[in-house]
């Protein structure tokens, strides 16, 4: 047996024997779950301008989101992260939150935004049970984050990043995407933002998720061996062994609180250590970021469901939490483990890569 803390300070105890394992031994315990294909930022990597979002009725409800979620705590999954899209537009996504952050067993609850909603969302975010919040930041110039991200405003995420600080969240992780004739002269400046507060910074290479509408990939790509060379001017970097168990590279700078990490993908292959699935807010469980290989959680959820009845739960706004896991969808989730490739092949140019664009994914 293992014991933790749970989000509410209740000491959890749970099997050592993992119930999520792949073919190659890989114990997955951390989930991303994506609430949302929508967002009010249309970031050049990311999205395209003109994007068509899901119809409605193919859309997970905040109530069938709980249950896949409440499914995989059961199965031993410690950390759940929620991401989209941009997971705070989603309309009444506190209800999914707070219900998210009651789960006996959950160690963290974690979420990915844009930072735009956090001036009101940070500090009902916090009291919701969130642990620790990654905020994306690309440029701290006004005229240059509004070209990388078409349509955000500098100053609100900014206001958002202030308001996070002041919530006492375990951690603020940046995020940040380096593109070469966008950024790449601002990883100073953006490292530096991010130590003086006390934050956490990550750098993610661009990855190849569907096709970028205002340039190519190729052209844009930065390595993080790259960004790291140029960190290593300025400030001492010590390795160290923290991870999130996965494809994050972290460093220290001795005497500050920050941590700067790397993710790599690009460049570094972390296959080997991967513990996460995620699930598209379509319900497919996506066993690998940059493979298509899936189960469809969807039509396990909506078995049996009349299509009349369906659409009374997709005008719900709340989230049930007496209901309890069907069997069904927690064989499901065990049976598409076997299904989790070894690894990505983001590197090589004359693989198919994913036609996804992040937005779809869940990033
Ligand atoms: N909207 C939220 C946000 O921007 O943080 C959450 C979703 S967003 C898809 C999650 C992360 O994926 C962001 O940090 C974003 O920078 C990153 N991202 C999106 N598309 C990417 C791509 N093609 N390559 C690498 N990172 C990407
Ligand atoms: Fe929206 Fe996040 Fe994608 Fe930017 S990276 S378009 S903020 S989902």
Known sequence: MSTHIDTHNHVVTTPVQPKLVDKFGRHIDYVRLSVTDRCDFRCVYCMTEEMTFLPRKDVLTLEEIYQVGRAFTELGVSRLRL???????????????????????????LLTTNGAQLVQMAGPLRDAGVNRINISIDSLDADRFKRITRTGRLDKVLAGIEAARNCNFDRIRLNTVIMKG????????????????????????????????????????????????????????????????????????????????????????????????????????????????????????????????????????????????????????????DLKPERHHFYENDYAQPVRLMNMTGG
Request: glycine share 8%; with cysteine.
């Open 83 to 109: 991401t989209g899209g941009e997971p705070l537009v989603r309309n009444n996504v506190m209800a999914l939150v707070q219900a998210l952050g009651r789960l006996p067993g959950l160690r963290e609850l």
């Open 182 to 337: 966008y950024n790449d002269d601002e990883v100073i400046r953006l490292t530096d933002y991010a130590v003086e507060r006390g934050l956490d910074i990550a750098f993610i290479e661009e990855m190849p998720l569907g096709q970028a509408s205002d340039h190519l990939r190729e052209d844009t790509v930065c390595s993080n061996d790259w960004v790291l060379e140029q960190i290593q001017q300025r400030y001492t970097l010590q390795s160290t062994s923290d991870s999130t168990a996965g494809p994050s590279r972290y460093y220290q700078i001795p005497g500050e609180r920050s941590r700067i990490g790397f993710i790599s993908p690009m460049s570094h292959n972390f296959c080997g250590d991967c513990n996460r699935v995620r699930m598209t807010v379509e319900g497919r469980l996506l066993l690998c970021l940059g493979n298509e290989h899936s189960a469809d959680l969807r039509k396990i959820l909506r078995a049996g469901i009349d299509e009349n009845t369906r659409k009374d739960e997709l005008a719900q706004l709340e989230v049930s939490e007496d209901l309890p896991v069907s069997g069904e969808l927690k064989t499901a989730i065990i049976a598409a483990m």
